[in-house]
């Protein structure tokens, strides 16, 4: 049994890396952001203002996973497994079914729009963005987030595939 001591300064790292990367994945969807504001057509956004939404974004997208994650865990505790022990696969694989990831990403999209719509500031003589406009941002905003994580894992296994080809 780990002392409370120990337990509270892992508790603290934790914390304050989850921070961290919450805070450097928002400055890098921010340049995703206004990359895909300007490709969309719409007028440019200041780079603070697309940290301020992606920042908001990301916090509150991460908040609703954790909470359908500790829901999850719980669940798994609750069908016969405890965390000390492992549970069977095809049971865990059955928590997600296929129509959840769906949900999740139409959920994501509808609040990622939704903040889009209250966060991205327009000019004072023009209207604000609708919500459909917002949704198209969100769309490409995350399909060019998606591209970019999809190509730095194909570059990172390419690395490490010939990593340990050549030792």
Known sequence: MTSPIVFAFWAFIY??????????GSLISAIWLRLAVEWLGFKPIPYLASFKSALISSFSLLMFNLGVGFNQGLLAIMRGGSPGQTMDPRALLAMYEPIYFLWTAMFGLIVTAAIFTRTIPVPRDEPPLTFPQCL???????ALSLAIMVLLFLVALLICTSWVITY
Do not use: H
């Open 136 to 142: 198209a941002i969100a769309v490409f905003y995350q």
């Open 15 to 24: 914390f304050f890396s989850f921070l961290a990367g919450v805070l450097v």
